[in-house]
């Protein structure tokens, strides 16, 4: 097993590690305490909360398999190298397992609050159920040969397909409703934090060793970052630039009218995102 050349970089290394836990386990808490202010979940789109359970499921079984079985390391090693490092961090399984219970938390919520006309996609629930069934076919494969890092990387790939496609369900929801209102964007800043972060982690411990080798033997802990980072940007400027929270704009006769005791408007806007 390998061992750390730098001390100033396995110091880095966990200092980033534990900066994109923390920057992506507190972006689940924008969205759900956003949810319980407004005892609603209309404006988020609830394919991309399916998608991301599955997504954060199938990530917590490779990163937990990965991490604490040494029969799947030994495979790793004998696959990629003995001088070579496991590319799962304590911080990686810490994440994933705060991530499942968050996601199921915000579904909890969907089930609860006001959510308007809007239900599960069809096609979201049939990608679900593939992404299962074929992880179950997986597993009676990989049982015989006890292929247990082929299996785990089944899942690996699952996540990161996962990744790729749950942001989608609410990039054109925005676009849709012209509108981020509901969506929290805490959430989105925080995940960027979080991907660039982790990001980071891997070209510290790729430096560190004098190769690439986990940036190919992790290929979804790769793709989770860029994917992210890019949706997120994406995010961003929907926010920002392109749907921009609508402002009240005050009159004269509005501020002329608020020396007399009038009965507030229940017609104003408003918008609300955390």
Wanted: charged residues 10%; aromatic residues 14%; glycine residues 6%.
């Amino acid at each position: 097993m390998a061992s750390w050349n730098s001390v100033p970089l396995e110091i880095a290394y966990q200092v980033l590690g534990w900066t994109a836990f923390l920057s992506w386990s507190c972006s689940f808490y924008p969205q759900v305490i956003l949810n319980f202010r407004r005892k609603s979940v209309v404006g988020l789109n609830f394919n991309f909360v399916l998608l991301n359970l599955t997504k954060h499921s199938s990530y917590l079984i490779y990163n937990a398999t990965l991490y604490f079985s040494s029969d799947v390391q030994r495979q790793y090693y004998e696959k990629y190298g003995f001088e070579q490092m496991i590319p799962v961090a304590a911080n990686d399984v810490a994440f994933s397992i705060h991530a499942v219970l968050l996601t199921a938390i915000t579904l909890f919520q969907i089930s609860i609050y006001e959510r308007g006309s809007q239900k599960f996609s069809k096609i979201s629930i049939g990608i679900v159920s593939i992404a299962w069934l074929s992880a179950a076919i997986c597993l009676f494969v990989a049982l015989p040969t006890h292929s247990w890092l082929w299996l785990i990387s089944v899942f690996n790939t699952i996540q990161v397909i996962m990744t790729v496609i749950k942001y989608i369900p609410q990039v054109y929801m925005n676009c849709g409703r012209k509108s981020t209102d509901g969506f929290s964007i805490g959430n989105i800043l925080l995940d960027l934090l979080g991907g660039l972060a982790n990001y980071g982690q891997m070209v510290v411990q790729s430096i560190d060793q004098d190769s690439w080798v986990n940036f190919y033997g992790n290929i979804g802990k790769l793709l989770l970052s860029l994917v992210s980072v890019f949706f997120d940007v994406l995010f961003i400027l929907q926010h920002y630039v392109l749907y921009p929270a609508k402002k009240l704009i005050t009159s004269p006769k509005l501020v002329e009218g608020e020396r007399e005791p009038l009965t507030k408007s229940s017609h104003s806007p408003h918008s609300e995102n955390v």
